[in-house]
């Protein structure tokens, strides 16, 4: 469980985060806003990186993964997560099976001898994952976790977070809503350092109804403003504008995705 009572950080005179608060419980929640909300810096306070205001509780027991992980090359991948045990305090009598599970869970045991600077982009940050969830964190913290992820590492990275979702706190920071929706209970849209909404991935969904209109790329000229076109789409051979706005449209309201209700929410067109 985590709690956050009126968080805010600075950089200098440029408010980062602006009075933030959550309470996190058991779970899997989903982190999102544009570039440049917060995310990493509300991520890295709640890690204990950042001094900050406010009042930030948390277990003791907290796995991190940042957004850029990448050091230790001359280390090799079981020496890497050694010290990463030594660090949480793992003993080491468990050390040898924890690193081992971990390892394995992320496809990585084969190269557990290898040094870091032979593995991929990918491989790392697979490696970055298990040093995160090793000795099992009540809190776990991922910061755009599966960027560079190929499609089976993804869908096995959320399997594996599906599997601790029972017994501790995950927060995921991403921009892939896809992958919000496949793995997160609840939701945190952060805009320009302020939380601006907490919900369910379906409550910010059908928040979007009857804002989203498939409208004729023929009749675009027709559109009422204010509206946003999300994309063009093919129909049975015809081009479609997905457009959002909570103004009748000259077309059809269809069924909003999670991808339009984030859009939606960011957009502030309610
Ligand atoms: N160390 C720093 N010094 C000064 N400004 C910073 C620092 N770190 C972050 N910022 C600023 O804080 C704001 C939020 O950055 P942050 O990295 O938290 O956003 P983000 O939501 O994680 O973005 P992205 O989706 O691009 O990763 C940005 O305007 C960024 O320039």
């Given at each position: 469980?985590?709690?956050?009572?009126?968080?805010?950080?600075?950089?200098?005179?440029k408010t980062v985060l602006d009075n933030i608060s959550v309470q996190l419980t058991h779970g899997?929640?989903?982190?999102?806003?544009?570039?440049g909300s917060g995310k990493t810096t509300f991520m890295r306070c709640v890690?204990?990186?950042?001094?900050?205001?406010?009042?930030?509780i948390t277990p003791s027991n907290v796995g991190y993964l940042p957004q850029k992980f990448g050091a230790f090359r001359e280390l090799t991948v079981y020496e890497v997560l050694e010290y990463f045990a030594e660090l949480k305090g793992i003993p080491s009598n468990r050390q040898g099976k924890d690193i081992h599970d971990c390892?394995?869970?992320?496809?990585?045991?084969?190269?557990?001898s290898d040094k870091v600077k032979t593995l991929s982009?990918?491989?790392?940050?697979?490696?970055?994952?298990?040093?995160?969830?090793?000795?099992n964190p009540e809190l776990i913290l991922v910061d755009?976790?599966?960027?560079?992820?190929?499609?089976?590492?993804r869908l096995r990275f959320k399997n594996l977070i599906s599997q601790h979702r029972e017994?501790?706190?995950?927060?995921?920071?991403?921009?892939i809503v896809e992958d919000v929706e496949a793995l997160c209970d609840h939701i945190i849209i952060l805009s320009h350092g302020k939380s601006i909404?907490?919900?369910?991935?379906?409550?910010?969904r059908k928040a979007a109804m009857k804002h989203v209109w498939h409208v004729s790329e023929k009749r675009q000229k027709e559109l009422t403003s204010p509206y946003y076109i999300l994309r063009r789409e093919q129909i049975d051979g015809e081009a479609y504008l997905r457009v959002l706005s909570n103004e009748e449209q000259p077309g059809k309201s269809i069924q909003p995705t999670l991808e339009d209700g984030y859009i939606n929410m960011i957009r502030g067109i309610r």
């Open positions: 469980m985590l709690t956050v009572d009126n968080l805010s950080k600075s950089f200098g005179k899997v929640y989903g982190l999102l806003g544009p570039n890690a204990g990186i950042y001094r900050y205001n406010g009042r930030i390892l394995e869970d992320v496809n990585l045991w084969e190269r557990h982009g990918g491989m790392i940050r697979r490696l970055g994952v298990a040093q995160a969830l090793l000795g755009e976790p599966t960027a560079g992820l190929d499609p089976e590492e017994d501790c706190t995950i927060l995921i920071s991403t921009h909404c907490q919900d369910t991935p379906e409550n910010i």
